[in-house]
């Protein structure tokens, strides 16, 4: 895997690549890790390329809610770059992977001097904020089922493959409920037809089943044209 299997990276200009290749260099992602939180005052820009990260807000209490996930159609810890720390969310690593790491000072300076690099970083940001608006809309709009649904499909879309690993008490903590609701949801989804599982695999058996529990149109990979 190269810096250009990275989605974004890859609609950019050749001499763009290769001054933000410069300041990459390569990184294994470990599922479960955490890549950014507010309390991490120095933070990095990750370029995924086989690696997924969930975007999660938490409470004080450690419980939260994903509001986005990121695969190797885009980059996560942008903000670094853009001098704003790290916010109020925590990067979460769904998927371990590889992906390619930048100090987010040294995007800064980057991106000081190339306006068109800085607007095709805002315009991928544009487009992961509607996620993150869609996301955050369903958790009040949409029953646990079609949550689970939504984010099976989400995670297929960032994956590539149709096996996926999410144990249940991942998935509950990524939609912000109880991991038994997660297990009803799930049981529930086996019994359509939709989807198989068994000790933290689950199998995609018809997409476009799922997509009709989502209320979701098929995804697209995510990424905005710069």
Same mark, same amino acid.
């Given at each position: 895997?190269?810096? @250009?299997?990275? %989605?974004?990276?890859?609609?950019l200009?050749?001499?763009? &690549?290769?001054l933000? =290749?410069?300041?990459? @260099?390569?990184? =294994? ?18 370029? *995924? ?12 209490d ?7 996930l990121?695969? /190797? ?5 942008? &903000?670094?770059?853009?001098?704003? %720390?790290? %916010?109020?969310?925590?990067? /979460?690593?769904?998927?371990g ?7 987010? =000072? ?6 000081a001097r190339?306006? /068109? ?11 992961l ?10 958790? &009040?709009?949409?029953?646990? @089922?079609a ?8 995670? /297929? ?13 991942? *998935?509950?903590?990524?939609? %912000?409920v ?11 989804? @086996?019994?359509?037809g ?25 995804l ?7």
């Amino acid at each position: 895997m190269t810096l @250009k299997h990275n %989605g974004l990276v890859a609609q950019l200009a050749t001499e763009d &690549q290769r001054l933000i =290749e410069r300041r990459c @260099k390569p990184v =294994e992602l470990r599922t479960g890790d955490t890549l950014s939180a507010p309390h991490m005052p120095n933070g990095h820009v990750y370029f *995924l390329t086989t690696a997924c990260v969930a975007l999660v807000v938490r409470h004080s209490d450690g419980s939260g809610l994903a509001v986005g996930l990121t695969g /190797h159609e885009g980059v996560v810890g942008l &903000q670094h770059a853009l001098g704003m %720390g790290s %916010g109020n969310l925590t990067l /979460h690593v769904q998927r371990g992977g590889t992906a390619f790491s930048a100090d987010g =000072e040294a995007m800064q300076r980057l991106i000081a001097r190339r306006a /068109h690099l800085l607007r095709a970083f805002a315009i991928y940001l544009w487009g992961l904020s509607q996620e993150v608006a869609s996301l955050a809309a369903a958790s &009040q709009t949409h029953d646990i @089922k079609a949550r689970l649904a939504n984010w099976i499909l989400l995670s /297929h879309a960032r994956n590539g493959h149709d096996d996926l690993f999410l144990t249940h008490a991942h *998935l509950a903590d990524m939609l %912000g409920v109880r991991r038994a609701g997660v297990t009803l949801a799930a049981v529930e989804l @086996k019994e359509m037809g939709l989807v198989d599982y068994q000790r933290g695999r689950i199998h995609i058996l018809d997409m476009d089943g799922l997509r009709a529990v989502a209320r979701r149109p098929a995804l697209s990979n995510g990424l905005p044209h710069a």
